[in-house]
């Protein structure tokens, strides 16, 4: 995958509420978070924390009621803010939903044709997408989207939405209900987007593999910010500790157990057996 | 965004207690007779019976105004068809038109008479929870068994049917979402461009409909579900005296109604 220069993001002060039979229910309190370019945010809490309604905000398909959410320095106001929400790309719970077209590689251009590409453009971003989630366009492309297997719609709802090349991508609780091998498949992807430059922002109930692919934390109880930051599990990773309905990362956990620093515990299984050894 | 049509409003009035049958059967039989009957004083016994029933029902007059408002067009159409070709000695021409007393009477009869009928028609429909009408009615349509038309079954699907309409306008509205984030464009250009922009939310919509019907027949069949069996009710229908009543009373007005 080519580099990409990341987007920065910054959620000022944002307040949402639904409406349940005339009683507003509010589902964001003053939520407030800086990502720079290029970094990788945890978005943790329990169901009904806010998550979703957060990255809804973001990605402007919801307008806030208190607050502002910045995008590369740029404010809703300001003239470029539209197209800067279009290189903002959302990927939503379950995206298998969304398939409708007649083979795998339509669905996939759907978007960067919506953007209004080049044909020529398009061609190469819905190849190197569908290359990218393991999916090789040769073997794909022709197939229809309902006759794959859930693993592989998972993979292909997430190639329509890199293919339209965003600089900031949301991912809504993209593990769940995958086998083991398809979640390692998924969790390759994010790092190898990671690696190339894109803005991430992770919001899971697997903070195992949040843990190896992070670098910030935002941890959301009933819509108002518990800690935020860098993820270190000694400062803003120990709020994960201390509320009932979440907890730590596993290796995290094992090094408290080892009498070992918790705070330098590894990233990944890989770091834990070389330090182990 | 609700369906504009057996539309609930929720309460604890006289009218909201009565059996869903009872109140069918009235509502039935003042429609009947409402057809039978053409003359305005006849009219205007039916059209106060039913505003009494409306206001005793407590549900706000903006209610039944929702659900008249899309049936005006069909009222106006009605209106002017009989205005303009209803026979009659012309007090008025204009091109191939003639206007009759005769005719700008009976076109109002007929307008108020459908006013009337949905008027009538609302009362039952606001104040019986949708379950309680589908029960009723499979109660009502008991006798049709004989001839071998599954009742029950008809009833369960128009059930399943009402519980499902909310459920799927999530879904609609989330897969809406997810496409107008994939770029998709609903709100911009003429009907064959918009009609074109649906079809990315009505095929996953369909989709997951049809998976959704699969999956609650496998569950229904799993919790012993068997069609043709009789089945026991959770809030059984029960008739009162009140029921007793309201029965009397529409007898009462209809032959009013049919001899004044």
Redesign the interface.
């Known amino acids: 995958m080519s580099a990409t220069d990341g987007m920065s993001l910054r959620c000022e002060g944002l307040g949402f509420s639904y409406e349940e039979a005339g009683v507003p229910i509010p589902a964001l309190r003053d939520v407030g978070v800086e990502l720079p370019a290029g970094r990788s945010l945890a978005l943790l809490g329990a169901s009904g924390s806010g998550k979703s309604t957060l990255l809804?905000l973001i990605?402007g398909?919801d307008a806030p009621e208190t607050g502002r959410v910045v995008l590369d320095g740029c404010a809703p106001d300001s003239p470029g803010y539209a197209g800067l929400q279009?290189e903002v790309?959302?990927v939503?719970q379950a995206?298998e939903?969304?398939?409708?077209?007649t083979s795998a590689w339509e669905d996939v251009a759907?978007?960067p044709r919506?953007?209004g590409r080049e044909e020529a453009e398009v061609r190469r971003a819905v190849d190197e997408a569908m290359a990218l989630v393991g999916l090789p366009p040769e073997e794909f492309a022709a197939r229809h989207p309902?006759a794959l297997s859930g693993g592989e719609q998972r993979r292909l709802a997430l190639a329509?939405?890199l293919a339209?090349q965003p600089r900031l991508l949301l991912l809504d609780e993209p593990f769940v209900s995958l086998d083991p091998a398809t979640r390692r498949q998924l969790t390759a992807v994010c790092s190898r987007l990671r690696a190339s430059g894109v803005t991430l922002v992770l919001a899971t109930h697997d903070v195992d593999i949040a843990w190896t692919l992070c670098d910030d934390l935002l941890v959301l109880e009933e819509g108002r910010v518990l800690a935020s930051g860098v993820w270190d599990a000694e400062g803003s990773g120990r709020a994960l500790r201390s509320t009932p309905r979440l907890r730590e990362p596993f290796l995290v956990a094992l090094w408290r157990r080892l009498g070992r620093d918790p705070a330098r515990a590894p990233r990944t299984h890989a770091e834990a057996a070389e330090a182990l050894r | 965004m609700r369906p504009a049509i057996a539309q609930y409003y929720p309460g604890d009035s006289v009218i909201h207690r009565l059996d869903a049958r009872a109140k069918f059967v009235s509502v039935t039989a003042v429609a009947v007779a409402l057809f039978l009957r053409d003359s305005f004083a006849g009219l205007a016994v039916f059209a106060v019976a039913a505003a009494v029933a409306y206001m005793l029902s407590g549900v706000p007059a903006v209610w039944f105004w929702r659900g008249f408002r899309p049936l005006l067009w069909l009222i106006a159409l009605t209106f002017l068809t009989q205005l303009l070709f209803a026979p009659g000695e012309p007090f008025f021409s204009w091109w191939v038109f003639d206007f009759s007393w005769q005719g700008l009477r009976f076109a109002s009869f007929l307008s108020l008479r459908l006013l009337v009928l949905v008027l009538a028609g609302s009362v039952l429909t606001l104040t019986t929870a949708p379950l309680a009408l589908t029960d009723g009615l499979a109660w009502l349509g008991r006798p049709l068994r004989r001839l071998r038309v599954p009742t029950d079954e008809l009833a369960l699907m128009v059930t399943i049917a009402l519980r499902f309409i909310p459920t799927l306008l999530v879904e609609l509205e989330q897969i809406m979402r997810a496409q107008r984030a994939r770029g998709a464009d609903f709100s911009h250009g003429g009907p064959i461009r918009r009609g074109k922009a649906l079809l990315p939310v009505l095929i996953p919509l369909f989709v997951l409909s049809f998976r959704r019907a699969d999956e609650l027949a496998l569950a229904m069949e799993a919790r012993c579900y068997r069609p043709g069996v009789v089945r026991s009710r959770l809030h059984p229908l029960h008739v009162d005296a009140a029921d007793a009543v309201l029965l009397a009373l529409t007898a009462a007005v209809i032959a009013v109604g049919l001899i004044v």
């Open positions: 809804q990605k398909l279009r790309g959302i939503f995206p939903l969304q398939l409708f077209a759907f978007g919506r953007l309902y329509g939405v339209m």
